[in-house]
């Protein structure tokens, strides 16, 4: 397994296909658990987690503190399993829970904010054995998104997207997938930063393929210009509303290392193109031995893609 700085993604040109990445490789109080699933062989496990990075400034009995949370993230990887996982706020280093919980079978993409392991990296991983990569690529949220390490638009870090084209192996379907961490401060950086995915994301549309956007938006669904752009005027659909069902009460998704209450209050999605049928979807308040893997709580969806109900 290789590390993110291994791999520098190549710039995609006028449309996704038309670009061919260097794949990056990577190598108990437990929540009760949800009610189980009706999800069909031929649905897509997908999650999207914010796995807080680790500061200089945390303690040993701060809840936030890396060396505490890592087991529970292990713990939470093992038994979920998402055959597709858009990740954020991860370092370099930080990569071995996810390795270890996910198993051998897994590989991911992505490259930190300021290029290579240099900052917050935003991770796609996912199942060889259920998904074949085809191509990968890296932009920045800015008026300069092939500028590694910019950021325009009043942000004092610099934001990225990863997207990622697959085979279902199990389906034969091509997919697209895009994982992304939005500003958490300036509303001119989220809606320009929705915008943006947006406007890549169509890409794939003009290419007639099925998308799936994963990530930390920073802003509340229903009730923000993140959620206008990308929901109510690209139209992908939020997979918590999509859901057939609901396996899980509607928490929030930032609960800070508080017991989860059930709020409007949800920042992180999954959003997928029409089409795109979602089985079920549920919001992960998992624990081992009393410790939160994270300030965000994971969001999960089983999705079936066009061409693959059965």
């Known amino acids: 397994m290789t590390s993110p700085d291994q791999s520098t993604p190549t710039e995609t040109t006028t449309s996704p296909d038309q670009s061919t990445p260097t794949e990056t490789t990577t190598s108990s109080d437990q929540s009760a658990p949800d009610a189980a699933t009706s999800a069909t062989p031929a649905a897509l496990h997908v999650m999207s987690f914010n796995a807080l990075f680790q500061t200089d ?17 292990e713990a939470l990887m093992a038994a979920e399993r998402p055959q597709l996982l858009g990740l954020q706020e991860m370092q370099a280093w930080t990569y071995g829970p996810i390795e270890a919980g996910l198993g051998s079978t897994y590989r991911s993409v992505g490259v930190g904010t300021r290029g290579g392991s240099d900052g917050l990296i935003n991770p796609i991983f996912f199942d060889t054995d259920r998904l074949e990569l085809l191509a990968w690529n890296q932009f920045w949220l800015s008026d300069r998104p092939r500028e590694i390490g910019s950021a325009t638009w009043g942000n004092a870090g610099p934001r990225t997207a990863v997207w990622a084209r697959f085979r279902d192996l199990t389906t034969d379907q091509e997919f697209a997938h895009l994982n992304t961490h939005l500003d958490h401060v300036i509303t001119q950086a989220k809606s320009k930063g929705a915008q943006l995915v947006a406007d890549h994301l169509k890409q794939f549309h003009l290419l007639k393929l099925p998308t799936i956007a994963t990530g930390d938006f920073n802003s509340v669904a229903l009730s923000s210009p993140a959620y206008t752009v990308l929901v109510e005027e690209f139209g992908l659909q939020d997979s918590w509303l999509a859901a057939e069902e609901q396996l899980s009460p509607a928490w929030t998704t930032f609960p800070f290392f508080s017991e989860p209450e059930e709020s409007d209050f949800r920042i992180d999605w999954i959003l997928a193109s029409a089409g795109v049928r979602v089985k079920d979807a549920k919001i992960n308040a998992f624990r081992l031995d009393g410790v939160h893997p994270s300030d965000h709580l994971p ?12």
């Open 57 to 73: 400034s945390t303690t040993p009995e701060d809840p936030g503190h890396w060396p505490r949370r890592a087991p529970a993230i």
């Open 299 to 310: 969001v999960q969806a089983h999705l079936e893609l066009p061409g693959d109900r059965s």
